[in-house]
């Protein structure tokens, strides 16, 4: 099973600071998703990309929220002005153009005070 | 995205084998089935996937009945790693989000 990394494990910033979560990529995986998990409650699906352009986004995903994959490097989550409700586990997905499954990351804590 | 309904919880004794339900009566033609777990706060695993045949690997079996409106997901001898919430989603085939339910806790006790 192919191994996906992300930094940092656990970020603290304060309400109103941009944070950035990072996801390396794996070989021949071309699908990217970012997903969050509020404790207690279910997975919820932010968004996917592909080819170097947003394929999907759920509505959490508003202006405060970007991706992007620059020149094939590492898959970056931004969240420009943190709020409370931003706390989560933060997990980034891969897939490949080949198979049918996604392969998740250990998640990045965001706590958010 | 067809919608899933699952028991919330289940107990298994370790070395028997796990049988998890799933029920999407409302799968299109060209939607699959994939089962993903969670063990406690980590990321969700892949476990396996199938459009209408069953399929078997290393991890697991998937029991798609020939309608494709329920399937099950056996875990042919549990062990307590294998305690987890398991999770049914239906999506189409890659590029798509999943959409996680409140999934199945599933149990294994000595």
């Known amino acids: 099973e192919p191994e996906v990394t992300q930094t940092p494990s656990h970020q603290v910033t304060q309400m109103g600071q941009e944070v950035i979560l990072r996801c390396v990529p794996i070989s021949n995986h071309l699908y990217f998703y970012w997903y969050r998990q509020i404790l207690g409650q279910k997975v919820e699906f932010l968004v996917s990309?592909?080819?170097?352009?947003?394929?999907?986004k759920s509505e959490i995903f508003d202006d405060q929220f970007s991706v992007e994959r620059p020149d094939g490097s590492n898959f970056t989550l931004k969240i420009r002005s943190t709020k409370l409700e931003d706390s989560a586990m933060y997990f980034c997905?891969?897939?490949?153009?080949?198979?049918?499954?996604?392969?998740f990351g250990p998640g990045t804590r965001l706590t958010v005070t | 995205d067809a919608k899933t309904t699952q028991p919330t919880s289940m107990d298994c004794a370790e070395g028997r084998a796990a049988n998890l339900p799933c029920n999407h009566s409302t799968i299109s033609g060209n939607e699959y089935v994939y089962w993903y777990r969670q063990i406690h706060s980590q990321g969700p695993q892949y476990i396996i996937h199938g459009l209408k045949n069953n399929e078997t690997n290393e991890m697991a079996s998937l029991i798609i009945t020939e309608d494709r409106k329920s399937s099950t997901l056996i875990l042919p001898h549990a062990t307590l790693r294998d305690t987890a919430v398991y999770y049914c989603i239906v999506s189409y085939t890659h590029g798509n989000k999943l959409v996680f339910g409140a999934g199945t806790i599933l149990r294994v006790k000595s």
């Open positions: 997905a891969m897939g490949q153009a080949s198979s049918y499954e996604q392969y």
């Open positions: 990309f592909y080819n170097n352009e947003i394929s999907e």
